[in-house]
């Protein structure tokens, strides 16, 4: 099995949500748009990733949700040179009833004092819930590396936590180091490196909030 030389992870520009807790109530989240400092972020980022990529080809693999979408429209990838499939297991963690704004507060804040991983939000998802979900996408990103076609770069574009639990699913980090990371900023990439030993290693690593 050809394992890709990178696994590039990019978390979606600025959403309307990251700027307007209140939009909840009116706009399903995954119908939140790009702001356009979203927009500058996304093409941004894109000019770097294609100065990575250069001419190799590219596999990639994009969050359904609209913001996510608009992002990778922006990065400007060749169209000639990368395959895209839309990946329902790289969303958001789902948070349940969004439109009680007040009560997304008063969970978060429970979130925080029990911690992101196991606390689970009414009708939604936990940090180990997704965790499953980023299990399950392992399993067809493994069975695509042995296509003899297989690009020789990833490129997912997907949301601040799954970057996080992909990492931890993939370097097989603890609770406790996961919980000690913050969420990478909009608009902001990581990528997984496959070195001279066969193994992967983190270009940059996540900040620490502990």
């Known amino acids: 099995m050809a394992r890709p030389r990178r696994i590039v992870l990019v ?7 990251n700027v307007d807790e209140t939009i909840y109530e009116r706009v399903p989240d995954h119908a939140l748009e790009l702001t356009e400092r ?4 996304s093409r941004a980022v894109g000019e770097e990733l294609r100065g990575l990529f250069g ?3 590219v596999q990639a693999y994009v969050s359904p949700y609209l913001r996510n979408r608009q992002t990778y429209a922006l990065l400007g990838m060749n169209p000639v040179r990368t395959r895209v499939m839309e990946e329902p297991r790289l969303r958001e963690q789902d948070w349940g009833n969004l439109q009680d704004v007040e009560d997304i507060r008063r969970q978060r804040k429970a979130r925080d004092a029990y911690g992101q991983f196991f606390y689970r939000f009414t009708q939604g998802e936990s940090g180990a ?4 979900r980023v ?3 392992f399993e067809t990103l493994h069975r695509n590396f ?5 690009p020789p770069n990833v490129l997912l574009v997907t949301h601040g936590l799954m970057m996080r639990l992909f990492c931890m699913r993939w370097f097989h980090w603890s609770v406790e180091e996961f919980e000690a990371l913050s969420n990478p900023d909009n ?3 990581r990528s997984l490196v496959l070195g001279p030993d066969d193994r992967y290693s983190l270009d ?3 900040d620490r909030w502990i």
């Open 11 to 17: 978390r979606h520009g600025e959403s309307q949500g």
């Open 38 to 41: 979203g927009r500058a972020q």
């Open 55 to 57: 001419e190799q080809p």
């Open 129 to 132: 819930d997704v965790y499953d």
């Open 135 to 137: 299990g399950a996408f």
């Open 146 to 150: 042995e296509r003899p076609d297989y």
């Open 187 to 189: 608009g902001e990439w």
């Open 204 to 206: 940059r690593p996540f």
